[in-house]
């Protein structure tokens, strides 16, 4: 099992959940501007987050500009094809989003951390939140 992270800020934008080939595997892209004492307002920290599978829910009870706490894992992979050099991928994979602020009725149920090391790599397509970078990954 892997270390369990936990940050806050104010989502910045939620993604919708996406299909990848034939065996039902959802993901759901979500990004959050960190807020707390420890951030510089001047120079804001944006983090994408992913969920995925039945996690794709968690999601769905929240809108931009609420502030809350997500709990997530790190994973990663790696990744070579089409005689490029080998990279390296690292996802943030939420499993738990709380209000900041709520009242615990308005919280989203507490959920055991995944027990997967990681996720399928899904079929060849850019994703929303990284079309900054190159078009050939494999997601």
């Not at 979500?30 to 829910?57: M, Q, R, W």
């Not at 990744?79 to 943030?92: M, Q």
């Amino acid at each position: 099992m892997s270390k369990t992270f936990e940050i806050q800020g104010l989502i910045h934008s939620i993604g919708e959940t996406t299909e990848y080939g034939n065996n039902g595997f959802t993901k759901r892209e979500f990004v959050i501007k960190l807020t707390g004492d420890d951030e510089n307002s001047a120079y804001p920290n944006h983090i994408a987050l992913e969920l995925i599978k039945d996690k794709c829910a968690l999601m769905d009870s929240y809108n931009e500009g609420d502030e809350i706490k997500a709990s997530f894992s790190l994973s990663g992979r790696l990744w070579s094809g089409g005689g490029k050099p080998e990279k390296c991928f690292t996802s943030l994979q939420a499993w738990k989003i709380e209000a900041v602020g709520a009242s615990p009725a308005q919280t989203q149920p507490a959920t055991q951390a995944p027990q997967e090391a990681f996720a399928p790599a899904p079929t060849a397509t850019a994703s929303t939140f990284n079309n900054a970078f190159d078009d050939d990954i494999p997601f």
